[in-house]
């Protein structure tokens, strides 16, 4: 202001002199004056074409050129311009950046987010939210949300208002062999505006539904038993028995009893599996030993379902009963991992062949030493019958809990359905494939696979 009021004193002072010098001797005071007004014009011109620079520079790109004045007021004013602008620029990329953070969260997000506004258009939505609801990121924005998803249940969940409980419908990839389903949740926010939140609910609910059934199907396997044994246990208690058909109802309702036992074992041994860490590699189980434990066990089973004919023909290695069990010479080595887990796993197997193959029919197993290059690579546990086979669209199913392909069988022979689901959780936690071969009619062969490094020669002690 100061540089100011000091130009235009200045001019004043130099148009007075420039008047006094040009003027005649008489009309040197008029002279003086006429030269300030001269220069007082010429003042406000140069004034005037320095607001016009400044003006002009406004109208175009104040930020992308530096001011074309600094000094005197005009040059002040675009200073402070300038530096408004610049200051509002940065605080403008400041947000935009924050904004673009919150987006880039929301994106990352594992659920769908989708940003309504008051008149139920799409503002913007993630990546998760467009598959889950089958729309296009781009494309899709300023759609209406109701007309692009069909659904009744969503339809009337957005027009209710009342968002609480949220709505489960299936999702855009949903097909009856890939079910897909979606939990949506809508919130308010602003003014009329709503955020939606989608979920991919599919394995919640299959393991819901599972949980379901599991428990549906240990009460059902329970209470078979426990119905046999109350109505035994009220015929003991309100009929007079004779002494042999009372041994003989005690004798079922100890079968009952042993039933009820098995499950309760089975049951206790699939939570401990799927409960506690896998077993470290510090313990080892010597195989033949196993192997004589098992085939013993194998023997008395089978005496038991299959007692001998009397043409039953003697082989080398045979049960007492009618059916053949052939076990090979076990090689010397020992297998890392927990003795009662591969014990519980080998043993199911061979019940299993042994159970499921008729009297005249064989067993076989044995462990089988595989190599790649002449280098160890693998061990292999298998079992061989000539029982009736499973039909190849069971095979995938056979270690779910409970599912059984004969089930008479399997209840005749004691059999609780988590046998397989038994040995399946014993080989992933030892590192091993389960494999099972088999052909209708013809037999089944089932096969663990343990990788070598959980294997070694049996040290000699
Ligand atoms: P279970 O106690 O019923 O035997 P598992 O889980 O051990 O239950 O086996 C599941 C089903 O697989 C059995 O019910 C049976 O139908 C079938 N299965 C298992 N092993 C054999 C086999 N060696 N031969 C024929 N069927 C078998």
């Known amino acids: 202001m100061l540089l100011r009021i000091f130009s235009f004193l200045m001019f004043q002072a130099l148009g007075a002199w420039l008047g006094h010098q040009i003027a005649p001797e008489a009309l040197r005071i008029r002279g003086m004056l006429a030269g300030m007004l001269g220069a007082g014009i010429l003042w406000g011109l140069y004034d005037f074409t320095r ?63 989708l940003l309504l506004d008051a008149a139920g258009r799409i503002e913007w939505l993630n990546q998760t939210a467009a598959a889950h609801l089958g729309l296009d990121p781009a494309r899709d924005l300023q759609q209406h949300l109701v007309n692009l998803v ?91 028995l004779q002494e042999d058909e009372r041994a003989r109802y005690l004798d079922l309702m100890a079968q009952q009893a042993e039933r009820m036992q098995a499950l309760v074992n089975d049951l206790l041994m699939l939570s401990r599996l799927e409960g506690s860490p896998p077993p470290g590699e510090g313990e080892w189980v010597a195989l033949p030993a196993m192997m004589r434990q098992l085939q013993q066990e194998a023997q008395t089973l089978s005496v038991v379902l299959h007692p001998a004919r009397p043409d039953a023909k003697t082989r080398m290695v045979q049960a007492q009963g009618g059916q053949t069990l052939d076990f090979e010479p076990t090689p010397a080595y020992e ?25 005249e029919g064989t067993v076989r197993c044995g462990w089988r030493l595989l190599e790649v290059d002449g280098r160890l690579d693998s061990a292999e546990f298998w079992v061989q019958d000539t029982g009736p086979g499973i039909a190849a669209e069971h095979i995938p199913r056979l270690t779910e809990r409970f599912y059984r392909v004969d089930r008479s069988r399997s209840r005749e022979t004691g059999g609780t359905g988590l046998g397989l689901a038994i040995v399946k959780h014993v080989a992933q936690r030892h590192g091993a494939e389960l494999k099972v071969e088999s052909t209708l009619g ?18 000699a002690r």
């Open 150 to 240: 069909r659904n009744p249940a969503f339809t009337a969940y957005l027009a209710s208002g009342q968002y609480g409980g949220g709505v489960t419908l299936p999702g855009r990839a949903h097909n009856s062999v890939n079910p897909v389903r979606l939990s949506v949740q809508l919130h308010e926010y602003g003014e009329g505006r709503r955020l939606l939140l989608s979920r991919d609910v599919t394995l919640v609910e299959q393991a819901e539904a599972m949980r379901r059934d599991f428990v549906a199907n240990v009460s059902h396997e329970i209470r078979t038993p426990l119905t046999v044994l109350s109505g035994f246990v009220e015929t003991l208690q309100t009929l007079p």
């Open 51 to 113: 607001g016009l620079r400044v003006l002009q520079w406004l109208r175009t790109d104040a930020l992308a050129v530096a001011p074309p004045l600094r000094l005197g007021l005009w040059g002040q004013v675009a200073e402070r311009v300038s530096r408004a602008a610049r200051m509002r620029e940065r605080a403008a990329r400041e947000s935009e950046l924050r904004l673009q953070n919150v987006l880039a969260a929301l994106q990352a997000s594992p659920n769908g987010v």
């Open 335 to 359: 297998l890392a991992g927990a003795n009662n887990e591969l014990h519980s796993a080998l043993s199911n197997l061979v019940s299993n062949a042994v159970r499921y193959t008729p009297t």
């Open 442 to 459: 013809q037999g089944s062969r089932f096969a663990l696979v343990f990788p070598a490094h959980r294997l070694r020669p049996m040290v």
